[in-house]
């Protein structure tokens, strides 16, 4: 170093100092990821009169080995444009509110896209689906582990699960049951077979993809119920080795989350459009179900009806309600009373048209319609049916043993319930083309030629 020094002293306009550059970096994409890179920038000046013009941007040159750049601006192993986008550091802006802002206060709930509504009115159904099928099947496998109940009802339960697809159609005949595995050791491989299209583990798997949509909407407790529901119906040990009673362990376990998960909608969810349409999945599906539990059990008189009525009991979950009522024999009119006529009990028929109707009335309509709309006259007269059933279309039996003022409500209401729905999606969950909110809804005017 001295003697640098005194060569320098000696002749200093030979030798030029140059500060060492403490290079920036800069990301580069490579093989699959991200590096980070040194960088080395030239600028370009362009000569204006007495002075200089210099261009906003230039060229840079990146690498791996900061050394390299030191040598020559045009080594390193890649370019990348530099733009500069202002004469000066750029002054920093957040669109966050200052301190001290008071929030305009707004009520939520006309802002909802066709989609999210669609599928917030397919995570109802799909919620009453499950729920359905695990009360049916959970009602069976009691009565197989001598549970309540006798075997008289058993035909009945097995064409009803068998016609909701939980079970092999072949057990619900005579004549073919006997070639096929016992039922008890076969059960529980088709309810957590992943094959059955329309078996319960197929539909909770539908049930958590549809959750999965709409997530966002759902509080942290509701996606962790629906997550949990998911989880649990995934058993650890092989299907084949699976037991009714821990069947019907799981079955419980899997009533009482759907139970947890109701109960965090009603309490939980304010009461916007997203909750009415989950709302009115619920009600479809519910009444739905129970319209064909009522004409699978106790449609066909016969002479073991008591358990009939107690497996309908207990599938509706109204065991309690009707004892409390009653405290006698089981009977026909009350049981049907309390599943199909009674307005205060959630469970029954009535109580599903009548909320659904509710929720039809607040929903966004033409302004300019005068009559009610397609869905509201159908949910309308189908609640109407059931209130204007008399005693004798409960419970009379014909001279062909036939209840004929049952059948034709069962019958009329079943036909209305898909229409219903159909009505709804076709006005408010279709969602081909632009999105659009459900406000945005308008009469169409009629053209005449």
């Known amino acids: 170093m001295k003697e640098l020094k005194q060569r320098i ?10 500060e060492r550059v403490q290079r920036s970096t800069a990301p580069v994409w490579l093989k699959n990821r991200t590096e980070s890179w040194s960088v080395a920038l030239r600028t370009y000046l362009v000569s204006s009169g007495r002075s200089y013009l210099c261009l906003p941007g230039g060229l840079s040159r990146v690498s791996p080995d900061p050394s390299v750049l030191d040598l020559s601006i045009s080594t390193g192993e890649g370019s990348k444009d530099v733009w500069v986008l202002a004469a000066g550091p750029v002054a920093p802006i957040s669109l966050l509110k200052p301190p001290g802002y008071i929030q305009e206060l707004k009520r939520s709930g006309a802002e909802l896209p066709s989609r999210v509504a669609d599928n917030l009115f397919w995570l109802g159904r799909q919620v009453e689906r499950t729920e359905g099928a695990a009360r049916l099947l959970r009602t069976f496998v009691n009565r197989l582990l001598g549970e309540g109940g006798s075997s008289a009802e058993h035909p009945l339960l097995v064409r009803s699960l068998a016609e909701l697809g939980q079970i092999e159609p072949g057990y619900a005949v005579d004549s073919i049951r006997a070639q096929l595995p016992p039922i008890e050791v076969a059960l529980p491989r088709m309810v957590f077979d992943p094959t059955e299209t329309f078996g319960l583990r197929a539909i909770i798997h539908r049930l958590n993809r549809t959750a999965s949509m709409v997530r966002e909407r759902l509080s942290l407790d509701s996606w962790r119920l629906i997550n949990r529901i998911y989880h649990e119906f995934e058993p650890d040990e092989s299907i084949e080795e699976f037991e009714l009673t ?7 376990v899997l009533i009482t ?16 459009l997203g909750w009415r349409f989950l709302d009115i999945g619920r009600r479809l599906e519910r009444a739905m179900h129970t319209v064909f539990a009522i004409h699978n059990l106790l449609l066909p008189p016969d002479d073991h009806e008591v358990p009939a009525l107690e497996a309908a009991l207990e599938f509706g979950d109204c065991v309690l309600t009707y004892r409390s009522r009653y405290m006698t024999t089981l009977q026909l009119a009350p049981v049907l009373d309390l599943l199909v006529t009674d307005e205060t009990n959630p469970r029954s028929l009535a109580y599903q048209l009548a909320r659904t109707v509710e929720h039809l009335d607040q929903l966004p309509r033409e302004t300019n319609s005068a009559l009610r709309s397609q869905e509201q006259r159908l949910g309308m007269a189908a609640l109407h049916a059931v209130r204007m059933l008399s005693a004798e279309d409960l419970v ?3 001279t062909n043993n036939e209840r004929r003022g049952l059948d034709r409500l069962l019958t009329r209401v079943s036909a209305m319930l898909p229409k219903l729905a159909d009505a709804i999606s076709h006005k408010y969950l279709i969602h081909a083309g632009i999105p ?4 945005e809804i308008r009469a169409t005017p009629n053209k005449t030629n």
């Open 396 to 398: 009379g039996v014909h």
């Open 9 to 18: 002293l000696a002749r200093p306009g030979d030798y030029v100092a140059q």
């Open 257 to 272: 989350d759907l139970s947890a998960f109701s109960g965090l909608v009603a309490e939980g969810m304010t009461r916007t």
């Open 246 to 252: 821990q069947l019907q362990q799981t079955l419980n």
């Open 436 to 439: 659009k909110q459900l406000t």
